[in-house]
């Protein structure tokens, strides 16, 4: 995969067990992106400085600094760089600790490879439209709920005045809900429209970030339709 340029989009792939690594880099090679590897935290923040990569695949248990450290420091660092998160368990809690660190996605151990570049590939077909979407909109363009405001151009979120700080898959996300308030948007089409997912597979994944964005702008905001999904509401 390249990016406009022609240049090949360069993922990190920061894992400690060198099998592990070298497979997912190898094979994301093989689809045609450029791979570098790092085996822990420091050497993983000292080779995205170095490369500006255009995504990491991150490993959560690292030697050094763990995968929720490093994932905070490359958000501060590199706003916006988008991360896929791999971790050895299945619990909701490190999920959401994960996505509040700045992970745009997650998978869990034992994974498939060939979803695994399918991720990557939408994560990056995203970062990429929303760029241009960015580029195309205008401050008058901006969404306006309640206490709540949405720049697109700018792809900053006011409420009450203050400052709201999310993930790019946050911010596509609450964009997503913004631009149909009070309608409910199935788990469905929210995977297919901000995700590029065209099956059901992946709703645990629309979950966990509806109860990050939950946190950030407080639950009142979206309201869930138990078996449906979720509705951005202003608080009465």
């Known amino acids: 995969m390249t990016d406009p340029t022609g240049e090949k989009r360069l993922v990190l792939v920061v894992e400690d067990e060198p099998m592990i690594a070298d497979a997912v880099a190898a094979r994301l090679r093989a689809e045609g992106f450029g ?43 590199h706003p916006g760089l988008p991360v896929l998160m791999l971790t050895a368990r299945d619990d909701e809690t490190d999920l959401l600790v994960g996505l509040a660190v700045g992970a745009d996605d997650y998978m869990t151990k034992p994974f498939s490879m060939r979803e695994l570049v399918a991720r990557v590939h939408v994560l ?28 697109r151009s700018q792809r900053r979120v006011q409420l009450d005045a203050d ?61 869930t339709v138990h078996g449906v999904g979720y509705a951005l509401e202003a608080p009465s």
């Open 35 to 77: 791979a570098i590897t790092a085996p822990d935290g420091p050497s993983a923040l000292e080779r995205a400085a170095a490369t500006r990569p255009d995504l990491v695949v991150l490993d959560v248990m690292l030697p050094g600094l763990d995968g929720l450290e490093v994932c905070r420091r490359l958000q501060a660092l």
């Open 163 to 223: 400052e709201v700080h999310l993930t790019p898959t946050e911010f596509d996300l609450l964009v997503c809900l913004a631009s149909r308030p009070r309608t409910v948007l199935s788990r469905e089409q929210l995977l297919a429209e901000v995700w590029d997912w065209v099956d059901a597979s992946g709703t645990r994944t629309v979950d966990s970030h509806v109860k990050a964005l939950r946190r950030k702008l407080g639950a009142e905001w979206i309201r």
């Open 124 to 151: 990056l077909r995203r970062m990429e439209r929303a760029e241009t979407a960015a580029r195309a909109a205008s401050p008058e363009a901006a969404l306006h709920l309640g206490a709540l405001r949405i720049d």
